[in-house]
């Protein structure tokens, strides 16, 4: 098992202080010391949870010098002289002409404030050493041997919390959803631009057509050949005089008012010779017949657009091809709204 980092333990002892367990926090705090003893947050965390006040007092003095106004050292020396108002100037210096001070022998608390005594001058010199000032530095003690295992102990119960794991991606989803994305963007798309294409295409042609019709037509000379046809598809072709044999759609209107007038009366289903003058559009589109003989008459080709089913037939495909790009452009816009989410 790998060591914990000193930012997991540092968290640790956090977590610890936070439940008031200070003891097993001041541990763990000393075990960082053993090896980072210039280590800041665990400088702090001793200061704040060790129940012995020289250790404390050590804690802070180092963590003072590392980081002089790091908030949290401000709060501890506040909080010190808080509760020891003779602090509140700074430690008490050192006088080495009290009593005790040449009893109490080399290394003696000073009962002031706690601080070392240092050696009385030697004899014969009639002025004492000044003395030095202490300086500072963390010395890990000796803690009870289970503390260690005090703190191992502890580990399921105060470890900081793992990281939250994210939940496991579906893969196989995920490839179907983007297929199907990528699938519909390309209908969408077919669609929209299909749609588009037949709605423009068309409504060119019922426009050409209606603006040939409103035009005035070329008269031509010549001869009925034939006519025929079934329902509303009739077929007439004439022998036009200075030009080839030429073929026109009529409607079925056209071919009830024309049939008798060109009819042979003799033979039956045949037509008789004839002389029809044809007025023809710009498109070539039959518009009148005016028979000369054998009998006189006109018979005028009705429009039926171009499907031969009128006009309304006509533009309701120009409406087909607008709702099919509809449909395209709102499969496209949510295929790529997903794609974005």
């Known amino acids: ?19 008031g367990l200070k003891h097993a926090a001041a541990q763990l705090s000393r075990l960082i010391l053993e090896k980072e003893p210039k280590n800041f947050d ?20 180092l963590a003072a010098q590392l980081r002089p106004n790091d908030p949290a050292v401000q709060e501890l020396m506040a909080a010190r002289t808080s509760t020891n108002p003779n602090l509140a100037n700074g430690p008490v210096p050192i006088n080495p002409y009290v009593s005790n001070y040449a009893s109490a022998g080399a290394g ?30 963390y010395t890990p003690g000796n803690p009870p041997a289970s503390s260690y295992d005090y703190l191992q102990n502890l580990t399921s119960s ?15 989803k995920s490839s179907s959803k983007g297929g199907l994305r990528v699938f519909g ?12 294409a037949l709605a423009v295409y068309w409504s060119l042609n019922v426009l050409d057509y209606n603006s040939d019709l409103s035009q005035p037509g070329s008269s031509l000379l010549g001869q009925i050949k034939t006519i ?42 045949a037509l008789a010779p004839n002389e029809v003058k044809l007025v023809v559009s710009p498109g070539g589109r039959l518009l009148t017949v005016n028979v000369v003989k054998p009998n006189t008459g006109t018979a005028t080709n009705t429009s039926s657009g171009l499907l031969g089913l009128g006009q309304i037939a006509d533009w309701s495909i120009t409406v087909g091809g607008v709702l099919l790009a509809l449909a395209g452009l709102l499969l496209l816009a949510r295929s790529l709204s997903r794609s974005r989410a």
């Open 1 to 19: 098992m790998a060591e914990e980092t000193t930012e997991v333990k540092l968290l640790r002892i956090e977590n610890m202080a936070n439940r």
């Open 42 to 61: 665990a400088l702090v965390w001793l200061a704040r949870t060790t129940t012995q006040p020289d250790e404390a007092e050590k804690a802070l003095q």
């Open 108 to 137: 003696a608390a000073n009962p002031v404030n706690g601080i070392p005594t240092y050696a009385p001058p030697p004899p014969g010199n009639n002025f004492p050493q000044a003395p030095v000032p202490p300086q500072w530095s």
């Open 158 to 172: 105060v470890q900081a919390p793992p990281p939250p794991v994210a939940p496991p991606v579906n893969r196989t």
């Open 185 to 196: 963007t390309i209908i969408g798309l077919l669609l929209l631009l299909g749609g588009v």
């Open 228 to 269: 025929e046809g079934t329902g509303s598809n009739w077929k007439l072709v004439a022998d036009v005089q200075g030009q080839p044999e030429r073929t026109f759609s009529i409607s079925e209107q056209m071919f009830k008012t024309l049939e008798p007038l060109i009819r042979d009366s003799q033979k039956k289903d």
